[in-house]
């Protein structure tokens, strides 16, 4: 969707996407009750337990294979898919060192990344899990350090700075903890930003509001109208988990996440299942894949690319030349915010920064994997790397 011309709501207006693979569900079920204008059913006032479906269902809609292949593993020890063997690491070590080829080292490249930067206003946009804090097994715990805080408030001192993260924007807020920034949670779908460029701001679902230090604000929630159906939902999965030793559900108002990370390997294909089973009454909302998480949101046309973009135009830079958006992120859905419209020719942030240097997303990845990003980092320490030294070149451009 391009902001300046449409000012119209991002629900979109058929509830069942042509592409039925974003669902992840056979298109027999997606027949199945279109509940028009109703966004909450009503049916789980009592959280009723689910009859199990057919365990199929899920094997072939393709769910565990997209649950087996969310995260990499921990050990530098990978499974090849083709020949089912174990990689080494020495073998593994060659293999990144191909891949980085396709998406080089952001560490390695910036002084052609400061090349483009030079005499354009730069804007810094960040995921949260697995690109400011380490992934770890309980959610609650995913601190980021000290350093890295600093690092991003340096950042923030010199360039506009977003943490974009499909946790809720309270919680990623809590977990960041700097006033500095602007916050855009729940996968975009509630984004905390500034007021002055006025466009954005005439959007419907989006409201002036002050932020934690009183400062006014606008504030955009595209997916409001889905705040009872996603906290319907969100009960329904507590109570049709609670058997799954390990499962864990977070409710993030505007969507909400079931986590296996913790869940023994056998029983994948049950919660998995149950998932499957509560999203066959919620023709409006659709399943995405994150690392080691199955996240379910309103189906609406709205993502962190969005988000970046709506950003960006807050700012009023969308529509500049010399504007340079930096992209940094780690997951599946991150490769939206790569994917992100600048608004020159509705080019993505890739294309444009390979004719015009306009913008690019780096991937954080310490394993080999197909990205919409222009450039990688293998850690969060090296994202700390990269951000204190966009610092260093601004102070030594500033003096
Ligand atoms: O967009 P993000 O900020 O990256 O948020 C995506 C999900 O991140 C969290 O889960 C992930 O990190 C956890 C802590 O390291 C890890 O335990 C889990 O396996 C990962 O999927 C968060 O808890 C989710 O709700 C977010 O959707």
């Not at 309980?138 to 946790?167: C, E, N, Q, W």
């Not at 924007?169 to 729940?186: P, Q």
């Amino acid at each position: 969707m391009e902001l300046k011309s449409n000012h119209s709501s991002p629900v979109l207006t058929d509830p069942i996407p042509v592409n039925n693979s974003r669902l992840g569900i056979h298109s027999n079920l997606l027949s199945y009750q279109q509940s028009g204008g109703s966004l909450s059913s009503g049916k789980y006032m009592t959280i009723p337990r689910k009859k199990p479906g057919k365990l199929e269902d899920v094997w072939s809609n393709g769910w565990l294979e997209a649950m087996r292949s969310s995260s990499p593993p921990r050990k530098r020890l990978i499974k090849d898919k083709d020949f089912n063997i174990e990689v080494a690491a020495d073998d593994f070590d060659i293999a990144y060192c191909s891949w980085m080829i396709k998406y080089p080292s952001a560490l390695k490249s910036f002084d052609q990344i400061l090349k483009n930067a030079k005499n354009k206003k730069v804007a810094v946009f960040l995921d949260y899990d697995g690109t400011l804090s380490p992934i770890v097994d309980d959610p609650d715990l995913a601190f980021m350090s000290g350093s890295m805080r600093s690092a991003v408030k340096d950042v923030a001192k010199y360039f506009p700075t977003a943490v974009i993260s499909g946790r809720s924007r309270d919680k990623v807020y809590e977990l960041v903890g700097l006033t500095e920034l602007y916050y855009a949670g729940s996968h975009g779908m509630d984004i905390m930003g500034p007021v002055s460029h006025a466009e954005s701001g005439d959007h419907p679902n989006c409201i002036r509001s002050t932020d934690q230090l009183g400062k006014e604000v606008n504030l955009f929630q595209p997916a409001r109208e889905f705040i009872p159906m996603i906290d319907e939902v969100f009960k329904s999965l507590v109570e049709n988990t609670k058997d799954i030793k390990g499962a864990n559900v977070e409710n993030h108002k505007f969507c909400t996440s079931v986590h296996y990370r913790n869940v023994e390997e056998k029983n994948w294909p049950t919660i998995a299942q149950r998932v499957h089973d509560i999203l066959k009454d919620y023709p409006r909302l659709r399943l995405s894949h994150g690392r080691k998480v199955l996240e379910i949101r309103p189906v609406i046309d709205w993502n962190k690319g969005k988000a970046v973009e709506f950003l960006l135009e807050s700012l009023g830079v969308r529509d500049r030349d010399d504007v340079l958006a930096i992209y940094i992120g780690d997951d599946k859905t991150d490769e939206d915010a790569f994917k992100a419209n600048c608004k020159y020719k509705f080019k993505t942030l890739n294309q444009v920064f390979r004719e015009r240097n306009l913008g690019y997303g780096i991937l954080v990845s310490s394993v080999p994997k197909e990205s919409n990003a222009f450039f990688s980092v293998r850690d969060p320490s090296e994202v700390k790397k990269f951000l204190k030294a966009l610092v260093t070149w601004k102070k030594f451009e500033k003096a």
